[in-house]
């Protein structure tokens, strides 16, 4: 008996440490992650409250913790300060719908159907949705904050407008666009979205505007070929 008591004892100790998973003692990188990137996702969406309902200067990181329901130290785990906070809301917000975009530039489809996509792409991904609140938050901001500007123009605007002049430009040298003017200036396919956004932040309670039917009536303006009278 007492070799059995002796032999047993040691070994089964020994046996249920060494066989013991690693992720059973501690929590694993796994879930360690998910709950830095929940963290994270919970600080952005409070940022983009904040900034929308006070604009950038009077935003303070305090408010944004407590919508967060974190410490205020916290933040400073994922972010510089309030300018790197509101130009990461800005890239993973946008960056997606900027991807999109470039990814139509290669598309070998007439130039009038991709217009009608875009379109789409914009009420689906941008008017119905909180990314039009960044976009109305640089239209107001960006004047007095040039370095906001200039990191949405670099990450935003720019590869937007290179990828619809390429696209433009394929469009005008097969004979679909009569006119340059929209490849030397592709502005012009995003403006009644723009107006669309000023016009929504500013007048929608005195008169509803129809996005996609306003949106799709430029189109018309611009691609329609007429026949010479």
Not at 137 to 158: D, Q, T
Not at 206 to 224: G, N, P, Q, S, Y
């Amino acid at each position: 008996m007492a070799r059995i008591a002796q032999t047993r004892s040691p070994r089964g100790v020994a046996g249920t440490r060494r066989g013991r998973p690693a992720s059973a003692a501690r929590p694993s990188a796994n879930i360690r992650k998910v709950r830095q990137a929940g963290r994270r996702e919970a600080i952005l969406a409070a940022a983009l409250a904040e900034f929308s309902a006070r604009g950038f200067t009077a935003t303070r990181l305090d408010d944004v913790a407590k919508r967060a329901g974190i410490a205020k130290g916290t933040i400073y785990l994922y972010f510089r300060d309030k300018e790197s906070l509101f130009q990461e809301l800005i890239r993973t917000m946008l960056s997606p719908l900027v991807g999109t975009i470039e990814a139509l530039r290669d598309a070998d489809v007439p130039v009038r159907m991709l217009a009608d996509q875009l379109v789409e792409l914009f009420v689906r991904e941008v008017f119905l949705t909180r990314r039009k609140d960044v976009i109305r938050l640089m239209i107001s901001e960006g004047p007095r904050f040039p370095k906001l500007a200039e990191f949405y123009y670099r990450e935003v605007l720019s590869r937007i407008i290179a990828a619809l002049r390429a696209l433009l430009r394929r469009a005008h040298e097969r004979g679909e666009i009569a006119n340059d003017a929209v490849v030397r200036f592709p502005q012009l396919i995003a403006a009644p979205g723009i107006v669309a956004i000023i016009w929504t932040g500013l007048f929608d309670r005195f008169e509803t505007i129809d996005v996609r039917a306003m949106m799709k009536a430029h189109v018309d303006l611009l691609f329609t070929q007429r026949s010479a009278a």
